[in-house]
């Protein structure tokens, strides 16, 4: 076997764990900083029509409300993308661990399928801790002058509507995060293979192709699922008060942006968003695999 198709021996499933989740906490926070200020001005651009576009946005933010603005609700992806990252590379690590033991050893490096089908696993395990931060941030995002900060906006909003109120827009949610991270997973390893020149280790890219890697699977996440990402913020960014929301159920969502907006209403927000997803992406993973190496050399 080349040591392009080898992958090291797992250790134990709770060091393996334990290991995905530190990993996985060093890439949220640091996607957190970089790309939280794109996400604001895309769920403004996607739940308003009170903007002429991306750059429009930005300047309102910042005339209205400061550059502090642009980080409105960061208290809930800084929390947030550091547990859901370190989460969702849990859950990504364990799905590997699912589709290897079908039929292979610890020690093969596993298929794009497989890398793929452990995406989805990431992607459905990851939306149930997902859901509630994603609403509290749409919610801080838009409705910002009822909340003085993420976790008043929580303990609000749990306190008055329990946990069906944190799981606002949740079909949504795992509409796109199931396919998302299935695109996500299988992108970047696919874009570290094509990267990977003959006799290299690929567990032991430079940190350019690592960066590239990680843009493109940030394109491939958001590049195809976005509309399923315009419905998900419309509906967590709607009315905590069930009887009056103007969308109750996704179908509901889709129509009435359909019937408002027409299909450019599902690309709201699109060019912030996807310029957001190369940075953002790219240092995540850039954060994870250094992270997991720097772990590795000390022995565990």
Not at 110 to 129: E, K, P
Not at 152 to 163: E, F, L, Q, S
Not at 203 to 214: F, I, Q
Not at 282 to 288: D, E, N
Request: proline share 3%.
């Amino acid at each position: 076997m080349t040591e392009r198709r080898k992958e090291e021996k797992a250790p134990s499933q709770i060091v393996a764990a334990l290991k995905d989740v530190t990993a996985g906490t060093v890439g949220g926070i640091l996607q957190a900083l970089v790309g939280h200020p794109f996400d604001t001005v895309k769920v403004r651009l996607q739940t308003t029509q009170h903007y002429a576009g991306m750059v429009d946005c930005f300047k309102t933010i910042i005339k209205e409300e400061g550059f502090l603005g642009l980080y409105k609700g960061v208290q809930s992806p800084l929390a947030g993308l550091a547990g859901l990252n370190a989460t969702l590379f849990f859950a990504y690590g364990r799905g590997k661990e699912l589709v290897r033991r079908s039929d292979q050893k610890f020690d093969d490096r596993l298929s794009l399928t497989q890398f793929t089908m452990a995406g989805v696993f990431a992607g459905f395990f990851s939306a149930l801790i997902e859901g509630p931060f994603d609403f509290f941030k749409c919610q801080l995002q838009v409705r910002y002058k009822e909340f003085r900060g993420f976790f008043d906006c929580a303990n609000k909003i749990t306190r008055n509507y329990g946990i069906r109120g944190i799981y606002q827009g949740q079909g949504a949610t795992q509409l796109r995060n199931i396919p998302s991270n299935a695109l996500y997973f299988g992108s970047y390893e696919l874009m570290k293979n094509y990267l990977c020149s003959p006799g290299e280790n690929i567990n032991a890219l430079p940190t350019w192709k690592l960066l590239a890697s990680g843009g493109f699977a940030g394109l491939a996440y958001w590049g195809i699922t976005y509309p399923f990402d315009v419905v998900k913020s419309t509906m967590q960014a709607d009315t905590v008060i069930k009887a009056d929301r103007k969308y109750k159920t996704v179908l509901d969502t889709f129509r009435i942006i359909y019937s408002e907006s027409g299909f450019k209403g599902f690309y709201r927000g699109y060019t912030p968003c996807m310029i957001r997803a190369i940075p953002a992406n790219a240092i995540c993973f850039f954060g994870y695999e250094y992270a997991m190496r720097v772990i590795n050399s000390l022995g565990y």
